[in-house]
Each structure stands twice: as structure tokens, then as C-alpha cells.
């Protein structure tokens, strides 16, 4: 939102020229980097970072080192992104629980998942119910009906229900970005 305003800002006249801290904190992309190069020249307003005095697009040098601290921003950007992936997938090989909400039935206890003694219970239940009816929207209703809930005062859902139902983690598999690991 403060973007949008800044632009609109400029769009209106108000603005002559952008002063920021580092030019990686305005984009780490160069495309989107160079749109708003081309829009702020469109409209004739200059760009300066602080920290980095030697970047001023209003010379042409100034463009290139600006465009080429954008790309090493992307590049950083992309690097640490493919370093987390490449972390997570290893710390999901390695059986640890790296992060988003345990599935039901289970808690994150030092990075793994236990059963939790108040739900756990109920997930055979949930798999029996589903061979019993075959129809999620009969489980569903049917857990409703016996007070069974997914959160505290949050009632199961056909789609939570097919969540729990297709979640490889109920056969001790993972998903490790889109890689099912044992």
C-alpha cells in the first residue's frame, strides 16, 4: 500500500525526486525494478539511495550501477530462497517437522511430531468413518455430530476432512516442496 501511494504520489506531482535507505529495499527484482525506472522517468522524478551516493539514475552511469545493484539484489534474493528450500528438504529427510501447522492429531515437540493425547484418537476414527460412508460430507456431518472438532470451536469441514484424508503424513511420508520423502 505505501507503494501504491508513492506512485500515485509521483503520478500527482508531488514528488521530485525518491531518496531511499538501499536501493534493495525498494525491489529485488529486476524487472519490477526496471518498470518502476521507466515509470519514475515517464513522469520525471529522480531516484537516489542514501547509503549508495554513487547510484543516481539521472546520469546514464548511474542507471547501470543502479540496474546492477538490483540484479546482485535479485540474485541474493534467489540464492538465500534456493539455500531454504535445499535446508528444509534435508531437515524433512532427516524427520524433523520444519514448520506450518501440525497435521490434527499430532504437536510439534523439538521439531517432530508426537500425537497429541487429546486428538490423536480420532483420526483412526476419521479413516474408519470415511471406509464406513465413503463420502467426506457424511464424515464431515457425522463429526459434527459427535462434537468432534478440528480447533477449538472450529467444526470439520468436507474440506478439511479431504486434507486429513489425503495428508501423506498420516503413512510417515513427508512433503518435502512437492517431493514425497519417507
Known amino acids: 500500500p505505501a507503494y501504491q501511494r508513492l506512485i500515485a504520489d509521483c503520478e500527482k506531482g508531488r514528488i521530485d525526486k525518491i531518496l531511499v535507505f538501499r536501493v534493495d529495499r525498494l525491489s529485488r527484482s529486476v524487472r519490477d525494478f526496471a518498470a518502476f525506472s521507466d515509470r519514475m522517468k515517464e513522469l520525471e522524478v529522480g531516484f537516489t539511495s542514501v547509503s549508495e551516493p554513487f547510484v543516481d539514475t539521472s546520469s546514464p552511469m548511474g542507471e547501470l550501477v543502479m540496474n546492477m545493484i538490483v540484479s546482485f539484489g535479485q540474485w541474493e534474493r534467489k540464492t538465500i530462497a534456493e539455500r531454504?528450500?535445499?535446508?528444509?528438504?534435508?531437515?524433512?529427510?532427516?524427520g524433523?517437522?520444519?514448520?506450518g501447522v501440525a497435521p490434527y492429531g499430532y504437536e510439534v515437540k523439538d521439531q517432530t511430531l508426537t500425537p497429541d493425547p487429546k486428538t490423536a484418537h480420532n483420526v483412526p476414527h476419521i479413516f474408519r468413518l470415511f471406509l464406513e460412508f465413503g463420502s467426506i460430507k457424511k464424515v464431515a456431518a457425522r463429526l459434527?455430530?459427535?462434537?468432534?472438532?478440528?480447533?477449538?470451536?472450529?467444526?470439520?469441514?468436507?474440506?478439511?476432512?479431504y486434507n486429513l484424508l489425503h495428508n501423506v503424513r498420516y503413512v510417515g511420508d513427508a512433503n518435502a516442496n512437492g517431493k514425497i520423502v519417507k
Open 96 to 99: 524433523f517437522f520444519v514448520g
Open 144 to 161: 459434527t455430530e459427535e462434537g468432534i472438532e478440528r480447533f477449538p470451536g472450529r467444526p470439520w469441514t468436507m474440506q478439511s476432512v
Open 84 to 94: 531454504i528450500r535445499k535446508h528444509c528438504r534435508t531437515a524433512v529427510e532427516q
